[in-house]
């Protein structure tokens, strides 16, 4: 039996991101998070299969708010602006959560095991993505190149964010990238 | 001391094929890959760091064989047009190979752990592509983007040829993905 812990998620993820940052992510045991977070190590795998996944649990999330977006746009919205508008609306969300995301960005580039998870998470999202336009009607190669070109962008834009000195916020980088994209597809 | 084996690198990528397709990739030993090759298992180490390593040999050949014609493209040429170009090269090196690139991609195609390894060596080839660019006064964000739309076109060019029935090759396919994603980008 277990009782219910008030935003054990949240708190798991605080902790972790924490401690990887305080003490490294190999040297960071499960056993610590769940006692930095006040919970347990059984808690813990209610939520996350390892410590790994800590980081990339919220990718169920981002893809489900992609795939609406795009699923929602009008008839007559092209796809790449389908797309677009559905990479804002994700960019919105990391730039509220800018700190934490930034933070998890140090732990990842640290790692080449988790930029490779990241990678894979990338692609799924490309996937999934161009699902969803061919549910809309959209004929191959169009969906796969519309959905990788927009991962494009995103990885991109979201590159200069956590690099960014200027501070230019996200959903600006993502269309100032879409701009370029066109740009440097156009030839120029 | 060890003797010289010819084409002793040839021989143990044709017979791990030839395993894997027989037998798949988890019922297949590095000492059942040297002894059909007629080599020892020592050789096989010489060559390879591992039984997944031998599908993905390649890949610093191919790397090489980018980089090298986007750095010696024109100085006029615009950038898409220099890494389509690489690209084109490459196509046409996998067509050559055709019936090994598709035994190959079905042994990849039915494990995720090697599609994950394949897409982390796309990840690295537009990384390398990147680098080509900038060092060729190509400025970033253009230069990520270019890269990065590079290699999403070469992906979906080689899902459709590895899938295609009409026989299109490669390096046609490369091209018309090309210029569906300068169609998709335009909002067409």
């Known amino acids: 039996m277990s009782r219910w812990e008030p935003?054990?998620?949240?708190?798991?993820?605080?902790?972790?991101?924490?401690?990887?940052?305080?003490?490294?992510?190999e040297q960071t045991t499960v056993a610590e998070i769940a006692q930095r977070a006040g919970l347990t190590e059984r808690t813990f795998f209610r939520y996350f299969a390892d410590k790994r996944e800590v980081l990339f649990s919220g990718a169920g999330t981002l893809q489900e708010m992609l795939v609406n977006t795009v699923a929602s746009?009008?008839?007559?919205?092209?796809?790449?602006?389908?797309?677009?508008?559905?990479?804002?609306?994700?960019?919105?969300?990391?730039?509220?959560?800018?700190?934490y995301s930034l933070r998890r960005q140090s732990v990842i580039a640290a790692h080449a095991e988790l930029e490779?998870?990241?990678?894979?998470?990338?692609?799924?999202?490309?996937?999934?993505?161009?699902?969803?336009?061919?549910?809309?009607?959209?004929?191959?190669p169009a969906a796969s190149l519309t959905a990788e070109a927009g991962i494009a962008v995103f990885k991109v834009a979201f590159e200069r964010w956590v690099d960014e000195t200027n501070q230019r916020d996200l959903p600006q980088l993502i269309r100032e990238s879409l701009d370029e994209l066109k740009a440097v597809t156009a030839g120029k």
């Open 7 to 25: 935003n054990a998620r949240g708190r798991l993820e605080q902790a972790a991101l924490d401690l990887y940052g305080e003490r490294g992510f």
């Open 73 to 99: 746009a009008p008839d007559s919205a092209a796809p790449i602006d389908a797309v677009a508008a559905a990479l804002e609306a994700a960019g919105t969300l990391f730039q509220e959560r800018r700190e």
């Open 116 to 140: 490779e998870r990241e990678l894979i998470k990338l692609a799924s999202l490309a996937s999934a993505l161009a699902d969803t336009l061919r549910r809309r009607g959209v004929k191959d």
